[in-house]
Nanobody, 116 residues
Framework: VQLVESGGGLVQPGGTLRLSCSAS????????MSWYRQAPGKERELVAA????????FYAEVVKGRFTISRDNAKNTVYLQMNSLKAEDTAVYYC??????????WGQGTQVTVSS
C-alpha cells in the first residue's frame, strides 16, 4: 500500500488549496478513503472521508461547508478541496486508507500553512 499526498503549501487566510493523494498497491475502488490532519501540539483529527464508490461522505464540523472530499477511481486518486482557509487549518494533512476511523494505512503527509 502506498499513499502519496501532494498539493500542500503556504496560503493566505481565505485562500484555497487542493490536496491530492495518489494510491497504489491495492484495489483503490474497493476502499473508503479519509483525510486526517495534525496541528502542532494537537492530536491527529479526522477531517473528511468518502466511501469506495464516492456516494457517501463525512466531514468534521469545523470544515463542513468549506472542504470537499472527492475521488477519481479511474486515476486511483482522492482529493481534498479546501476553501476559505483559516489559520486554524494549519496542519500536516494525511491521506489514509479506510472510511472515517476504520483506517489501516497512512501517507507521509503534506504541510498546509495558512498565514498572512
Amino acid at each position: 500500500v502506498q499513499l502519496v499526498e501532494s498539493g500542500g503549501g503556504l496560503v493566505q487566510p481565505g485562500g484555497t488549496l487542493r490536496l491530492s493523494c495518489s494510491a497504489s498497491g491495492f484495489t483503490f475502488s474497493s476502499y473508503g478513503m479519509s483525510w486526517y490532519r495534525q496541528a502542532p501540539g494537537k492530536e491527529r483529527e479526522l477531517v473528511a472521508a468518502i466511501t469506495n464508490g464516492g456516494l457517501n461522505t463525512f466531514y468534521a464540523e469545523v470544515v463542513k461547508g468549506r472542504f470537499t472530499i472527492s475521488r477519481d477511481n479511474a486515476k486511483n486518486t482522492v482529493y481534498l478541496q479546501m476553501n476559505s482557509l483559516k489559520a486554524e487549518d494549519t496542519a500536516v494533512y494525511y491521506c489514509t486508507r479506510g472510511f472515517r476511523y476504520n483506517v489501516d494505512s497512512w501517507g507521509q503527509g503534506t504541510q498546509v500553512t495558512v498565514s498572512s
